[in-house]
């Protein structure tokens, strides 16, 4: 069915986990960045600079451009760009595990509302248990989250599915076209709430362009071609499962770059949200594309 070039499913499981790794490590570097530009400058930072390489890898105006593209693709740029900013706005405050986790809860909140399957309320019971674990409470204050970071990564989690829907949309544009258009809209969603936050100078800090460029590689550029690698060797199925252990590299990632070291209760809480999400991929049912 898929002409492109196949490779072997290990190679596709390396693929993969190489770009959770990427991505992991990518957005603790990112965070390093806050005490520079804001999380609003090093969204925007993280946006243009993949815009930029994306523009420079797939040349977009090679390709067929209809005036039909342009909703889906303002669609698409804007619940992308909303939601890698009001994600980095949770990191603020809240641990890049906990954050992934939570903000997993979105595409799976729209597969298990898709599926309606009895299993499903296993997987629902599970992903509420864990969110039960972050709450803060009294009892844990010393490991508690800021309520206003665990807002972000609500609304976070709401942009992801709202971003899968938008993704659907762009079933007929040429990849390379789509994600280029869409993440440099994207940068555009974003920009004012940078320029807001820091100013126009304060953007502009040359000495810090590398650290963006280095943020857009591991937390764009690379991940996305990875994750077409790996598409093209394992199957959907398999393919979801393996996506569902990000909150747990995020976590590992969290812990060694930025020392971010998680409660039990924070730990069992990742662990309930990334099962739950590993039993509605394999609990799904088959044949849908």
Same mark, same amino acid.
């Given at each position: 069915m898929n002409h492109h070039k196949s490779y072997p499913f290990s190679f596709g499981v390396i693929a993969l986990i190489a770009s959770m790794i990427s991505l992991c490590m990518g957005t603790s570097f990112a965070k390093s %960045?806050?005490?520079?530009?804001?999380?609003?400058?090093?969204?925007?930072?993280?946006l243009i600079f993949s815009a930029i390489l994306l523009w420079?890898?797939?040349?977009?105006?090679?390709?067929k451009f209809t005036r039909a593209?342009?909703?889906?693709?303002?669609?698409?740029?804007?619940?992308?760009?909303?939601?890698?900013? $009001?994600?980095?706005m949770a990191l603020r405050t809240i641990p890049l595990g906990i954050a992934i986790a939570i903000e997993f809860c979105g595409p799976l909140g729209l597969?298990?509302?898709?599926?309606?399957k009895k299993i499903d309320f296993l997987w629902i019971a599970l992903v509420i248990i864990g969110l039960l674990f972050l709450i803060p409470n009294e009892s844990?204050?010393?490991?508690? %989250?800021?309520? /206003?970071?665990?807002?972000?990564?609500v609304a976070a989690a709401i942009f992801w599915a709202i971003y899968i829907i938008a993704g659907q949309k762009m079933s007929n544009i040429?990849?390379?076209?789509?994600?280029? $258009?869409?993440?440099?809209?994207?940068?555009?969603?974003?920009?004012?709430?940078?320029?807001a936050s820091i100013g126009v100078e304060g953007l502009w800090r040359v000495e810090l362009f590398w650290v963006g460029l280095v943020v857009g590689i591991l937390s764009s550029a690379l991940p996305y071609s990875l994750e077409m690698i790996s598409l093209r060797s394992l199957d959907r199925k398999t393919f979801g499962v393996l996506l569902s252990l990000e909150p747990a590299?995020?976590? /590992?990632?969290?812990?060694?770059?930025?020392?971010?070291?998680?409660?039990?209760?924070?730990?069992?809480?990742?662990?309930?949200?990334?099962?739950?999400?590993?039993?509605c991929t394999l609990t799904a049912k088959r044949g849908k594309k």
């Open positions: %960045l806050f005490s520079e530009i804001g999380a609003q400058g090093t969204t925007f930072y993280r420079i890898i797939w040349r977009p105006w090679r390709f593209y342009i909703f889906p693709i303002i669609f698409y740029g804007v619940s992308l760009g909303m939601l890698n900013f $009001l994600f980095y597969a298990l509302f898709a599926s309606r844990t204050s010393a490991t508690s %989250l800021d309520p /206003i970071g665990l807002m972000y990564c040429h990849p390379g076209q789509a994600s280029t $258009l869409g993440i440099t809209m994207a940068a555009l969603t974003v920009m004012p709430f940078a320029i590299f995020g976590a /590992i990632a969290g812990a060694i770059v930025l020392h971010e070291f998680l409660s039990i209760q924070q730990i069992i809480a990742i662990i309930c949200i990334v099962s739950a999400s590993m039993g």
